[in-house]
């Protein structure tokens, strides 16, 4: 009986010492999360870009899945021409940091205004969900789904 005990203690132990350290990672990765909206928010392109992995993959809704560059080099032109964000708010963000504490999935709901070049705007509700990997260090968007959805849902 005492063996079990034992056990129990130092898995107990185990548990959280893995939860401290999930505790930093999440942490870290929530900084990088809302530094990340921050920068989209803001309209500064080259730090919003700077938080994907040159080989992150992008799908906006009912879109084709996509690559970075030419996200970046859309994103860019659209600044250029006048267009922009004006609101971006997340609520109800949810960190999952796996196991090896070197990926997370990352979710939110989002309310998103936008300025086109035309000067119309648009204001969407949708779902985003992000996977980052960390490499040296850093956090960085290996995947990117971001979904809108009707006021009514």
């Known amino acids: 009986?005492?063996?079990?005990?034992?056990?129990?203690?130092?898995?107990?132990?185990?548990f959280s010492a893995?939860?401290?350290?999930?505790?930093?990672?999440?942490?870290?990765?929530?900084?990088?999360?809302i530094a990340f909206?921050?920068?989209y928010a803001t309209n500064d392109v080259e730090k919003y870009f700077s938080f994907y992995a040159d080989d992150a993959k992008v799908y906006f809704g009912g879109a084709a899945r996509g690559e970075v560059a030419p996200y970046h080099k859309m994103w860019t032109a659209l600044m250029a021409a006048g267009g922009g964000v004006e609101l971006n708010k997340l609520t109800d963000l949810q960190i999952d940091v796996v196991p090896s504490g070197d990926v997370a999935v990352v979710t939110s709901f989002i309310h998103n205004r936008r300025r086109?070049?035309?000067?119309?705007?648009?204001t969407a509700k949708a779902f985003q969900?992000?996977?980052?990997?960390?490499?040296?260090?850093?956090?960085?968007?290996?995947?990117?789904?971001?979904?809108?959805?009707?006021?009514?849902?």
């Open 1 to 14: 009986m005492r063996k079990i005990l034992n056990c129990i203690v130092i898995l107990l132990m185990s």
């Open 18 to 33: 893995i939860a401290e350290h999930h505790g930093a990672e999440n942490a870290d990765i929530q900084a990088a999360k």
């Open 37 to 39: 909206e921050d920068a």
């Open 116 to 122: 086109e070049p035309d000067g119309t705007r648009v």
């Open 129 to 153: 969900t992000d996977v980052w990997r960390k490499t040296d260090g850093k956090w960085k968007i290996i995947s990117l789904h971001y979904s809108e959805f009707s006021a009514q849902e």
